[in-house]
């Protein structure tokens, strides 16, 4: 169990629609259409616009 990660639901205490893992990370759509994600980042996976791992789900900033 991923800390602040409980039962499908994330951060934000929505229902998750979906979720996909990859190698060392994973990432949740939420009932809004937001994207969580935590894990490894060392190739910038996550989408956050950094390197740092996470162990905990941090929201995806949306395209511009």
Excluded at 5 to 32: H, I, M, N
Excluded at 43 to 53: F, S, Y
């Amino acid at each position: 169990v991923v800390r602040g990660w409980r039962s499908g639901v994330c951060p934000s205490e929505r229902p998750l629609k979906q979720s996909a893992l990859g190698d060392g990370y994973a990432c949740g759509l939420d009932t809004r259409k937001t994207v969580w994600c935590w894990g490894s980042n060392n190739a910038g996976q996550l989408g956050v616009g950094d390197t740092l791992p996470r162990i905990e789900p941090v929201q995806v900033p949306r395209p511009e």
